[in-house]
């Protein structure tokens, strides 16, 4: 029997969501410290209950597309409210921001609460990078590894499937390689459903984990992508040519808009994580230099 995901690897991939976990609600006290030194000298109160009302209902919707139970995300909406007033302390207690509000005076908080980019970036260097959670993903079984792909490849292409634009596809023999996972598949249409095989690919399209997610979500062209060669197509040429054009005309909107969120802001973080840990490299690199 195929073994199943063990109880030590699935702690570890807990671990790492509540370290993403974590590093979020880091990253939204320090954005709530400069909401509130803004609003502070623009001398409008630092509370907002309107603002808050929307937070929550933004929570909600996206919650029950998700699955997560009203009352968690209820829970989790207040506490990290909560937590966003505890950051705006000091603007708060200011209450003056009209009374200091053209006069010149900058309250102290200014400095010491200022928000830049700078512990953004060092924040989103703390998520793991893809080459990471690699083990973690091959300890999975290869079956589930290739179900996990067929089910997300099964909802991403459910339109296209049901047109004539994939019918290139029956019988020939896709590869996808995610090269910081070392991970690949081979895709085969057979029927109306695309399966993994485990026969040889005529074609493959290569790329890293955060170029093929911005490639699913949409927030970069497959043209820019294949052009700059962070993806690369080896193999049958035509076969490869057919699969790109594809990609640069697949109707996006087609797509359930569920996922679409969910991959748009999956693939918004791992670009955002890769430029700071570049980011992080390039530092290092110029303290030693
Ligand atoms: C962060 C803000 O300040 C406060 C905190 C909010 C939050 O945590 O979402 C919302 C409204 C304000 O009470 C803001 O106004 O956006």
């Given at each position: 029997m195929?073994?199943?995901?063990?109880?030590?690897?699935?702690?570890?991939?807990?671990?790492?969501?509540?370290?993403a976990?974590?590093?979020?609600?880091?990253?939204?006290?320090?954005?709530?410290?400069?909401?509130?030194?803004?609003?502070?000298?623009?001398?409008?109160?630092?509370?907002?209950?309107?603002?808050?009302?929307?937070?929550?209902s933004?929570?909600?919707?996206?919650?029950?597309?998700?699955?997560?139970?009203?009352?968690?995300?209820?829970?989790?909406?207040?506490?990290?409210?909560?937590?966003?007033?505890?950051a705006?302390?000091?603007?708060?207690?200011?209450?003056?921001?009209?009374?200091?509000?053209g006069?010149?005076?900058?309250?102290?908080?200014t400095?010491?609460?200022?928000?830049?980019?700078?512990?953004?970036?060092?924040?989103l260097?703390?998520?793991?990078?893809?080459?990471?959670?690699?083990?973690?993903?091959?300890?999975?079984?290869?079956?589930?590894?290739?179900?996990?792909?067929?089910?997300?490849?099964?909802?991403?292409?459910?339109?296209?499937?049901?047109?004539?634009?994939?019918?290139?596809?029956?019988?020939?023999?896709?590869?996808?390689e995610?090269?910081?996972?070392g991970?690949s598949?081979?895709?085969?249409?057979?029927?109306?459903?695309?399966?993994v095989?485990?026969?040889?690919?005529?074609a493959?399209?290569?790329?890293t984990?955060?170029?093929?997610?911005?490639?699913?979500?949409?927030?970069?062209?497959?043209?820019t992508?294949?052009?700059?060669?962070?993806?690369?197509?080896?193999?049958?040429?035509?076969?490869?040519?057919?699969v790109r054009?594809l990609?640069?005309?697949?109707?996006?909107?087609?797509v359930?808009l569920?996922?679409?969120?969910?991959?748009?802001?999956?693939?918004?973080?791992?670009?955002a994580a890769?430029?700071?840990?570049?980011?992080?490299?390039?530092?290092m690199?110029?303290?030693?230099?």
């Open positions: 195929v073994p199943i995901a063990t109880l030590g690897g699935v702690r570890r991939g807990i671990d790492v969501v509540d370290d976990l974590l590093v979020l609600v880091a990253a939204r006290a320090r954005l709530a410290a400069t909401a509130g030194r803004l609003k502070c000298q623009r001398g409008v109160p630092v509370r907002d209950a309107q603002r808050e009302g929307a937070v929550h933004r929570g909600q919707r996206l919650a029950a597309r998700l699955g997560v139970p009203r009352e968690t995300t209820r829970a989790l909406m207040d506490l990290v409210i909560r937590d966003a007033h505890r705006q302390r000091g603007w708060d207690d200011l209450g003056q921001g009209d009374v200091l509000a006069t010149g005076i900058v309250p102290a908080m400095t010491s609460a200022h928000v830049s980019f700078r512990p953004a970036a060092r924040l260097a703390l998520v793991p990078p893809p080459s990471r959670l690699a083990p973690l993903l091959r300890r999975l079984p290869q079956r589930t590894r290739a179900r996990l792909l067929e089910r997300a490849m099964g909802r991403v292409l459910a339109v296209p499937m049901a047109g004539p634009d994939l019918d290139f596809m029956r019988d020939r023999r896709l590869g996808v995610v090269t910081d996972l991970l598949w081979v895709v085969q249409r057979q029927g109306d459903v695309l399966r095989t485990t026969d040889l690919a005529e493959t399209v290569r790329g984990a955060t170029d093929l997610l911005l490639l699913a979500s949409r927030l970069e062209d497959a043209d992508l294949f052009f700059q060669r962070r993806l690369v197509l080896t193999g049958d040429v035509e076969l490869g040519l057919t054009n990609l640069e005309r697949l109707p996006w909107e087609s359930p569920g996922l679409r969120i969910g991959l748009n802001r999956g693939a918004r973080l791992a670009r890769r430029a700071a840990h570049r980011g992080a490299t390039a530092d690199t110029s303290d030693r230099g």
